[in-house]
């Protein structure tokens, strides 16, 4: 008698999940494995300087005033982060980036500087604004009380990225 059943695989080499059916047809029959592969990384618009966290630090720093951070905090299977990522092609937002230290993370890569910003949540998508010491302004928020630092539209982006290039 054959049976179904869902299945959850975790990559141990690159931390990818795998889900799918197995079907088991009985004792020492073949298996029919069915896995989803893991989804293709998000694209990134080219028109924004995106820099390594370190970079960014050391972009702060230089010149004649600090400049503040944006960290956008992703994961590839995240449905609103793949639609939040081509508002970054737009050129008001490019213009806007063009004043931040831009800075984007994989969650699920987790680095270990990433882990003290889990406080925040662990969401996604996250835009936090960080100042020159990496503190995140809690002052610069999406204006949502459940969710402060989960934008999904240009416009509260926009705001937001305005108000930190003016601080």
Avoid: H
Avoid at 27 to 45: W, Y
Avoid at 96 to 114: G, I, K, T, Y
């Amino acid at each position: 008698m054959a049976t179904t059943r869902r299945v959850l695989l975790l990559g141990l080499l690159g931390g990818a999940a795998l889900s799918g059916s197995i079907r088991t047809a009985g004792a020492g029959s073949a298996i029919d494995a069915q896995a989803t592969p893991p989804p293709s990384p998000i694209e990134f618009s080219e028109g924004v300087r995106w820099l390594t966290w370190n970079a960014a630090a050391a972009a702060v720093t230089t010149g004649p005033t600090p400049r503040m951070r944006m960290l956008f905090v992703y994961a590839d299977w995240c449905g609103v982060c793949r639609r939040l990522a081509p508002l970054f092609d737009r050129p008001d937002v490019q213009q806007a980036a063009s004043a931040l230290a831009m800075v984007r993370q994989n969650q699920d890569e987790m680095p270990s500087w990433l882990r003290p910003y889990l406080a925040t949540g662990k969401y996604v998508p996250r835009v936090l604004f960080l100042d020159a010491e990496g503190q995140v302004r809690k002052d610069i928020t999406s204006g949502r009380d459940d969710y402060p630092f989960f934008y999904e539209d240009a416009r509260t982006l926009l705001v937001s990225m305005r108000a930190a290039a003016r601080t």
